[in-house]
């Protein structure tokens, strides 16, 4: 028929194709309102910029990166323990101390001694403990206050009181046990166990080398020191580089050493969401993009990293040029990193326990996830006109 009347089949054609048209436009631009909705790992760069309360109902600031933002906002790592730790004085091993448990000897010079009947010799008196009041017994001296005083004083004790009973005695006492001064030593330590403070353990580093020296990589390893209500914390690498670090222990504390439990979370345009563990003392947010695996080139949009966080008031007041905030703040920090210097601020600007590492997808992206779902309309649209055509 087309050959006979070829006008009839180029108007066949024609209405072929413009009901396809009608067909697409909709769909097409249904598809666009859509782009919105479409599957993706969170929000864009332009919703976390736009006014928080619209964007989600949470208050939450956005601060873009600069080299005073990444100083304020550095954590203070190396600060050690806090001053009421710092400031304690040492054990003093050269006193008794309760709990102690202390070995008595007396010689005497006579045939029929008053601790020694059978001869001129000595008398042991082992395991004389030092009672919860501080006392020790003595045979034919009875109570004698024995803790907080040194050795020599309560021997001479001993030695004045046995003297008005038998002539010349010599009296030595010497520790069996320091079990008056006890610290806990517990965690990823090679041996853990209570050890006493001894004078060559009054500090924390012998005190750990005692247990036989922590058992993780000093890089991940954090020592907690309890003492009553009072708990501090620093990383193993700050006991090692900073003397003032190397506390006196007192008795009763408890020292643990166990792995950094600090984390970050990476989503996003990464190699996969997930939940990294701070492999170093100082983890900074270029290391940490490294550690998610690094961006995804066909998808991330490197003007769009951000770290969100719970900022300190403090730290928020100055990152915001502000004196209003008394409470912690939701802080996203902003990373163009194409920007010049940005790699540089990103080396500095260091990542906190529980952060969110987040890269957003490039625009684009979103544009061609529509083509890929308009592409087989197209296909079906080629398709029919090939087929109007017989």
Request: with cysteine; glycine share 8%; aromatic share 6%.
């Amino acid at each position: 028929m087309s050959t006979q009347f070829p006008q009839l089949a180029a108007a066949q054609g024609l209405s072929h194709t413009h009901r396809l048209g009608r067909l697409a436009l909709p769909i097409i631009v249904t598809l666009a309102l859509a782009a919105c909705g479409l599957p993706r790992s969170g929000p864009d760069v332009a919703e976390i910029n736009a006014p928080a309360e619209v964007a989600s109902g949470l208050s939450f600031e956005v601060v873009p990166a600069s080299q005073t933002m990444v100083e304020v906002t550095r954590p203070v790592e190396t600060a050690g323990f806090a001053t009421r730790l710092t400031e304690t004085n040492e054990e003093p091993t050269q006193l008794i101390a309760v709990g102690d448990v202390m070995a008595v000897t007396v010689w005497e010079n006579i045939d029929q001694g008053l601790l020694n009947p059978n001869g001129i010799g000595s008398s042991a008196l082992p395991n004389t403990v030092v009672d919860e009041r501080g006392f020790i017994f003595v045979p034919y001296v009875g109570l004698i206050q024995a803790a907080g005083r040194t050795l020599n004083s309560v021997r001479e004790q001993v030695r004045a009181a046995l003297s008005n009973q038998t002539p010349n005695p010599q009296v030595d006492i010497f520790p069996l046990s320091r079990g008056g001064r006890l610290v806990s030593v517990q965690g990823s330590v090679n041996k853990p166990g209570v050890y006493p403070i001894e004078r060559q353990t009054r500090r924390l580093l012998p005190m750990l080398a005692r247990a036989g020296g922590v058992s993780e990589d000093p890089e991940v390893t954090r020592i907690k020191l309890r003492r009553g209500a009072m708990v501090g914390e620093i990383s193993l690498q700050d006991l090692y580089d900073n003397p003032a670090n190397n506390i006196p222990v007192r008795s009763g504390d408890a020292v643990i050493a166990e792995r950094d439990r600090r984390i970050f979370t990476a989503l996003g345009a990464l190699r996969g969401p997930q939940t990294v563990a701070f492999p170093t003392r100082d983890l900074s947010l270029i290391r940490a993009i490294g550690l998610a695996g690094g961006l995804i080139d066909q998808a991330a949009d490197p003007t769009g990293v951000f770290v969100f966080r719970r900022e300190a008031a403090p730290v928020a007041n100055q990152v915001l040029g502000t004196n209003v905030h008394r409470t912690a703040v939701n802080v996203a920090y902003v990373f163009d990193l194409t920007a010049p210097g940005a790699l540089f601020m990103a080396r500095e600007f260091m990542m906190r326990d529980d952060d969110t590492l987040y890269v957003t997808n490039a625009p684009y992206l979103k544009w061609q996830k529509i083509l890929q779902g308009i592409a087989p309309l197209v296909s079906f649209g080629g398709a029919a006109r090939s087929l109007g055509g017989f």
